[in-house]
């Protein structure tokens, strides 16, 4: 039998990483960014692997109305269990990130990574300039096209929530 507890166990900070949900400007001129946590696709599959070991879980992909369906299928004893989701096309590296987001959907339908939709709303801690270890980002207006880079790190309050969480 599948350990579904051991599925949704959180995962170490180190196996997440985090994407822009939001960008503002603000009155003075500053960015501010929302951010939310995730996980990898290789998470999911580590986590796949040790918990229900490599021969007894699988993935099958299907094309579907611009974008991808992931069906994660795990033997639960004598029985094959399959959860569907899907993903758009991505704008960079259109199939490869259609497939890893639907993946990623499909598994939250385990329970894989489902805690962090209950997180807190995140910040992102905007950077003069280049660090090592930041992330890119990019505020667009609709006053004016031409976007805004920036550099950005999960706020203090963020990666707390995140260690707290994985606990």
Do not use: H
Not at 24 to 35: E, L, Q, S, V
Not at 41 to 68: S, Y
Not at 118 to 124: D, N, Q, V
Request: proline share 5%.
């Amino acid at each position: 039998m599948i350990d579904y507890k051991a599925l949704a166990e959180p995962f170490e900070f180190e196996d997440l990483e985090f994407r822009i949900q939001k960008t503002r400007k603000k009155a003075n001129g500053d960015i501010d960014a929302m951010i939310v946590p995730y996980v990898t696709a290789r998470a999911i599959q580590d986590r796949l692997d040790k918990v229900c070991e490599p021969i007894f879980w699988w993935n099958e992909f299907r094309e579907w109305k611009g974008g991808q369906l992931c069906g994660i299928t795990v033997m639960d004893g004598d029985r094959m269990v399959t959860k569907w989701d899907g993903a758009p096309d991505t704008n960079i590296e259109k199939l490869k990130g259609g497939l890893s987001d639907s993946m990623k959907r499909a598994a939250v339908q385990w329970g894989i990574g489902r805690y962090l939709y209950y997180l807190p709303k995140m910040k992102a801690r905007i950077l003069k300039g280049y660090a090592e270890n930041a992330n890119y980002g990019e505020y667009k207006s609709n006053k004016d096209p031409k976007p805004e880079p920036f550099w950005w790190t999960p706020n203090a309050a963020a990666v707390k929530a995140i260690k707290e969480a994985s606990k």
